[in-house]
């Protein structure tokens, strides 16, 4: 069963940290373009950083950019979104996806920003919220 598992969300405090972690079972993350999206209450899905499984480049949202980092571990079969100096305005629910496309970042980057295009295998969600 292709499944992806995300945790590490809580309850922060604004200029705080987190690291959200995504887990893949049922197939091998590293042969698909991974990313991650949040979306707050009222708001549409955002996609805030997405990474490229042919070139290894990452793509980040202006919003988050010098903050957050995506990275990825292929032997645990797992992605990583580290948080820091959050604000207020980042409280949402966060989750991870992946694209069966092999493809450098200018793509990824494209399917990021029209909100997880072709990403066709979702997490639940984490919820983060920071407090002011």
């Known amino acids: 069963q292709v499944q992806l598992v995300e945790s590490g969300g809580g309850l922060v405090q604004a200029g705080g940290s987190l690291r959200l972690s995504c887990t893949a079972s049922?197939?091998?993350?590293?042969?698909?373009?991974v990313g991650w999206f949040r979306q707050a209450p009222g708001k549409e899905r955002e996609g805030i950083s997405c990474l490229s499984n042919k070139d290894g480049h990452t793509y980040y949202a202006g919003s988050v950019k010098g903050r957050f980092t995506i990275s990825r571990d292929n032997a645990k079969n797992t992605v990583y979104l580290q948080m820091n100096s959050l604000k207020p305005e980042d409280t949402a629910l966060y989750y991870c996806?992946?694209?069966?496309?092999?493809?450098?970042?200018?793509?990824?980057?494209?399917?990021?920003?029209?909100?997880?295009?072709?990403?066709?295998?979702w997490g639940q969600g984490t919820q983060v919220t920071v407090s002011a």
């Open positions: 996806a992946a694209a069966p496309v092999f493809a450098g970042i200018g793509t990824v980057q494209a399917m990021c920003v029209m909100r997880g295009s072709n990403f066709n295998s």
């Open positions: 049922g197939f091998t993350l590293e042969d698909y373009a």
